[in-house]
């Protein structure tokens, strides 16, 4: 039974710009999805959902340029940040986190709400919008495809690799020693995986990507999510989930993102574009690198503000006087 808002527990708040920020934790079968909301509970409410492998921390520089009126709620997807881990011999397969972004909305108790989701998070928000159009009225792509094709032909070799992964990993898993940092080490560490991230960046990451131990920190992340994602949609399956979603829909394109690094994407990227632009959606480039919303915000902030006010009127004007609280 998906948990109910009553179980919501909203936690230490603080302020950030002036705007409330709050630590919340959601219960799910095992154990809880954690995340932090920023604004009032009346305000119209967004989801935020971080990349592969970030956090909700993500977001810290973003949010505060934006509307102060929005309820915005950015979440530890599982396995990342705070979150629980899933339980043992369980994969991180993507419509896993689909599934759990509808846990947490119906904790929320929201009907009606926007997403703002960077890389895999825009993924998750567009498959998402597409299962549930009903319920999301926009969305915002920071740097994201929206889908992520898997060439048909190799699906079956990725099945069968991501399976023997996980066969491996757990066979090994007693004999496997979680790894040990002083905190400037795992601020190399995470450095060095991401030659992208600012300074600045590196340590908001680091505030939910590392826990305490007794001989320094180790990285809070599930090694679970590094194996292969054995559920993978074909491209013609992204394009008919895309053609499903009745939301306005934004990208913000970085010109030193993901289009530029990873070139291997690029047969997907002009049918994926064309169903875009097809289901009347707004494309724009911005100049940065793929986490330009957290290395330098103020960049993406003035587009994502814009969007998000446009609806608003439109949403106001649509229905006006109804307005949506989370109570959190």
């Known amino acids: ?11 230490a708040t603080a302020t950030m710009k002036q705007t409330a920020v709050s630590e919340i934790r959601i219960p799910v079968p095992w154990g809880e999805i954690r995340g932090r909301t ?10 935020c959902l971080h990349g592969w492998s970030d956090n909700c921390g993500t977001f810290n520089t973003l949010i505060p340029l934006l509307p102060n009126d929005l309820n915005y709620v950015a979440i530890d997807l599982p396995g990342h940040g ?3 881990h899933r339980p043992a011999g369980i994969f991180y397969a993507f419509p896993t986190y689909v599934s759990d ?3 947490v909305v119906e904790a929320l108790q929201w009907k009606r709400f926007s997403i703002i989701g960077h890389s895999m998070g825009g993924n998750i928000a567009a498959v998402f919008s597409a299962l549930y159009p009903e319920m999301v009225d926009s969305i915002i792509l920071l740097d994201s495809y929206g889908f992520l094709p898997a060439d048909i032909k190799r699906k079956s070799k990725m099945l069968r690799n991501g399976i023997d992964q996980m066969i491996d990993y ?11 940092y002083s905190y400037e080490a795992a601020k190399e560490r995470l450095k060095a995986a991401n030659q992208y991230l600012s300074d600045q960046s590196v340590q908001i990451l680091l505030e939910r990507g590392v826990k305490e131990v007794k001989e320094g920190v180790v990285f809070s992340r599930d090694f679970r999510i590094n194996l292969i994602n054995v559920a993978r949609f074909s491209l013609d ?12 829909v934004l990208i913000l394109w970085a010109n030193e993102g993901l289009v530029k690094t990873h070139p291997q994407f690029d ?8 169903g875009w632009e097809d289901i009347k959606s707004t494309i724009l480039k911005v100049d940065g690198d793929h986490h330009i919303h957290l290395n330098n915000a103020e960049v993406m902030a003035p587009f994502v503000r814009d ?10 004007a649509r229905s006006p006087g109804d307005t949506q609280t989370a109570k959190l």
């Open 307 to 316: 969007f998000l006010l446009s609806q608003n009127s439109e949403l106001t």
């Open 267 to 274: 047969d997907f990227l002009n049918p994926l574009n064309k």
């Open 170 to 180: 757990e066979k090994n898993m007693d004999a496997r020693k979680e790894k040990v």
């Open 101 to 103: 972004v509808r846990r």
């Open 1 to 11: 039974m998906i948990q109910t808002l009553k179980s919501v527990r909203h936690l």
């Open 82 to 84: 705070f979150s629980s």
């Open 237 to 248: 399956q992204c394009l008919y989930l895309q053609s499903q979603i009745k939301a306005k």
């Open 38 to 47: 920023w604004g009032p509970d009346h305000g119209r409410p967004v989801l």
